[in-house]
């Protein structure tokens, strides 16, 4: 019985060292989460943009080759 309340115990340090870590994070994860959307929606506007500058340079292109 004793080894198994030890690994309970054991257990129980892990799991509160983690949240320890991740204590920032867990009060306020109001503010974490609107700057992951603001970084995700300044990547998606860059990553549409140059979607769109790679679909123009390949229209330009399939122009070029018909001539």
Request: net charge positive; proline share 1%; no cysteine.
């Amino acid at each position: 019985m004793k080894d198994r309340e030890k690994q309970w115990i054991d257990n129980l340090r892990i799991l509160e060292k983690h949240l320890e870590k991740n204590e920032k994070w867990l009060q306020r994860p109001e503010e974490k989460i609107k700057t992951f959307e603001k970084n995700a929606a300044n990547w998606n506007r860059d990553f549409n943009k140059k979607i769109s500058d790679l679909e123009e340079s390949m229209k330009y292109l399939e122009k070029r080759m018909e001539n």
